[in-house]
């Protein structure tokens, strides 16, 4: 293998490895995370307005299981009555670079 690899450097001195020692990140990439906030309604409140019991939740879904660097995070909302019928609903993404549980849920 190593014969294989200086042969190739040798026969490809422009690539990035031979001169400074960079690979590429063999990762895929993520969707880039959104930089504006937006949300969704899935059901809206028919009186405009969440009230009563509510109840919101965040999470993390990543590309590469336990990689946080290509993780997209989004958070939800939802309101029910008093027999647990869903009223209302709503769910987005996480805006900026820092996609984790932790602030999803908060």
Not at 1 to 19: I, K, N, S, T, Y
């Amino acid at each position: 293998m190593a014969d294989r690899v200086e042969a190739a450097g040798r026969a490809h001195p422009e690539w990035c490895l031979w001169r400074h020692a960079l690979v590429p990140d063999p990762r895929p990439f993520p969707p880039p995370p959104a930089f504006e906030f937006s949300m969704h309604w899935q059901l809206r409140p028919r009186g405009g307005l969440l009230e009563g019991d509510v109840f919101g939740d965040g999470s993390v879904s990543s590309i590469v299981p336990g990689d946080p660097v290509v993780g997209s995070a989004g958070w939800g909302v939802v309101q029910i009555d008093p027999l647990g019928t869903v009223l209302c609903s709503m769910y987005g993404p996480m805006t900026g670079r820092m996609q984790e549980s932790e602030i999803a849920e908060g």
